[in-house]
C-alpha cells in the first residue's frame, strides 16, 4: 500500500493561490490513479479533483473547475493541486488519495484505499 504525505497547506487571503503537493512513498506511483478531497468542519468528505495514471485524464469537481489545477510528476512520485483564486469556501482540510484498482478515473471516496494525512487550507476573505 503506498503512504501519502500532502504538504503546501497555509493560511491565504480571498484571490490568492496555493500549490498543494503529495509525496508517495514506493516504486510503483504510476500504476495509481490519484485524486484530493477535501473536509470542512461539519462536513462530509468530498471529491475535488483526480488524475489519471499518466497524466493523461483529469477531472474537477463543479465547485473548483477552472480554478483548480491537477498535474503529476511520476518521476517524482508526487502529485500537486494548484489552487488560484481562491475562496472562503474553498476552507478545508485536503487529502490526497491513492487508487490502483479501477479502470476509468474515479472521483468518490469509496474508490480510494489510501490516503494522507490531510493539510489545512484556510482562505480568509
Known amino acids: 500500500q503506498v503512504q501519502l504525505v500532502e504538504s503546501g497547506g497555509g493560511l491565504v487571503q480571498a484571490g490568492d493561490s496555493l500549490r498543494l503537493s503529495c509525496a508517495a512513498s514506493?516504486?510503483?506511483?504510476?500504476?495509481?490513479?490519484m485524486g484530493w478531497f477535501r473536509q470542512a468542519p461539519g462536513k462530509e468528505r468530498e471529491f475535488v479533483a483526480a488524475?489519471?495514471?499518466?497524466?493523461?485524464?483529469?477531472f474537477y469537481a463543479d465547485s473548483v473547475k477552472g480554478r483548480f489545477t491537477i498535474s503529476r510528476d511520476n518521476a517524482e512520485n508526487t502529485v500537486f493541486l494548484l489552487m488560484n483564486s481562491l475562496k472562503p469556501e474553498d476552507t478545508a482540510v485536503y487529502y490526497c488519495?491513492?487508487?490502483?484498482?479501477?479502470?476509468?478515473?474515479?472521483?468518490?471516496?469509496?474508490?480510494?484505499?489510501?490516503w494522507g494525512q490531510g493539510t489545512q487550507v484556510t482562505v480568509s476573505s
Open positions: 488524475i489519471s495514471r499518466y497524466g493523461g485524464s483529469t
Open positions: 488519495a491513492a487508487n490502483s484498482k479501477s479502470l476509468l478515473l474515479p472521483s468518490v471516496v469509496g474508490d480510494f484505499g489510501s
Open positions: 514506493g516504486r510503483t506511483f504510476s500504476t495509481y490513479h
